[in-house]
Nanobody, 124 residues
Framework: QVQLVESGGGLVQAGGSLRLSCAAS????????LGWFRQAPGKEREFVAC????????NYADAVQGRFTISRDNAKNTVYLQMNSLNEEDTAVYYC????WGLGTSAIREYKHWGQGTQVTVSS
């Protein structure tokens, strides 16, 4: 059974930083593209970033490009999201997701496995 468990969320002031982690189990981690998505209150879930399984190619949403960095540690079955220069618009529940043999898409429907999410709140 595939499990994805996010951690690292919390309350931070605008301009601050957080690092999210997502620990995966029940899968061959190196075969999956890993993605981060977020959902703010009253809004649809949206793509944030992803990293492919072999080359580690990354893809970012325009809203986070240059501020967020996604990385993975295949030895630890963990993917990270370093978030810098946070602003109130980044407030959301952040979800980790896995796409088997994925090519690095932003399409939510391609990710079959999801974590429960971790809350990130940015205060002004």
């Amino acid at each position: 059974q595939v499990q994805l468990v996010e951690s690292g969320g919390g309350l931070v002031q605008a301009g601050g930083s957080l690092r999210l982690s997502c620990a995966a189990s029940g899968l061959i981690f190196s075969r999956y593209t890993l993605g981060w998505f977020r959902q703010a209150p009253g809004k649809e879930r949206e793509f944030v970033a992803c990293i492919t399984m072999e080359t580690g190619r990354t893809n970012y949403a325009d809203a986070v490009q240059g501020r967020f960095t996604i990385s993975r540690d295949n030895a630890k079955n963990t993917v990270y999201l370093q978030m810098n220069s946070l602003n109130e618009e980044d407030t959301a529940v952040y979800y980790c997701a896995a796409d088997l043999w994925g090519l690095g898409t932003s399409a939510i429907r391609e990710y079959k496995h999801w974590g429960q999410g971790t809350q990130v709140t940015v205060s002004s």
